[in-house]
């Protein structure tokens, strides 16, 4: 009796470390996934400048719709994640110049998919992601592209592609 009584015990402190060891690894999963990189963050008159000097590679996320609404960054590509993943990838990589390291800036409308969006990019092989935060028609991360009065150029199929960052170059 005195040994199944041991035995017993040593069962529920192996599963009571057991739990507490899974709870640690979860929350420590939410906190810093494994695997996960740092995603700087940047506002939007930053992100608009280094675009215009070649910096970065800023790139509306949006829906054309959207684009169609508000406009597009002067300084952004207009490049929708709202497609096939392997062509919005492909875009993005010919965006870049084909050069994958290039930092790349995602903007969308107020930092969710932006947000969201960062990490997968990451491990997608870009791994110089940053986040413009506060999106375009800002949101509770910032004040927002439009309100700081940043210029925007009307979008149309035609012109994925800023015509400020070309002529700067």
Do not use: Y
């Not at 996960?36 to 675009?51: F, G, I, S, Y």
């Amino acid at each position: 009796m005195q040994i199944w009584c041991s035995r017993h015990a040593d069962d529920q402190i192996r599963r009571a470390l057991l739990i507490l060891i899974a709870a640690f690894c979860a929350s420590f999963a939410v906190i810093a996934p494994l695997g996960a990189q740092q995603v700087t963050k940047m506002d939007a008159p930053t992100a608009h400048e280094k675009a215009l000097k070649g910096e970065i590679l800023l790139v509306d996320i949006r829906t054309p719709e959207e684009w169609k609404q508000t406009g597009v960054p002067a300084s952004a590509h207009a490049i929708t994640m709202h497609q096939d993943g392997q062509v919005f990838l492909s875009s993005l990589l010919r965006a870049a110049g084909g050069d994958s390291k290039l930092p790349v800036a995602v903007i969308c409308r107020t930092g969710s998919r932006s947000t969201a969006l960062a990490g997968p990019l990451s491990k997608a092989g870009f791994p110089n992601v940053i986040n413009v935060v506060e999106g375009v028609v800002g949101g509770p991360r910032g004040t927002g592209w439009i309100k700081r009065e940043l210029p925007l150029r009307t979008w149309t199929p035609e012109q994925s592609a800023p015509q400020l960052a070309q002529d700067e170059k």
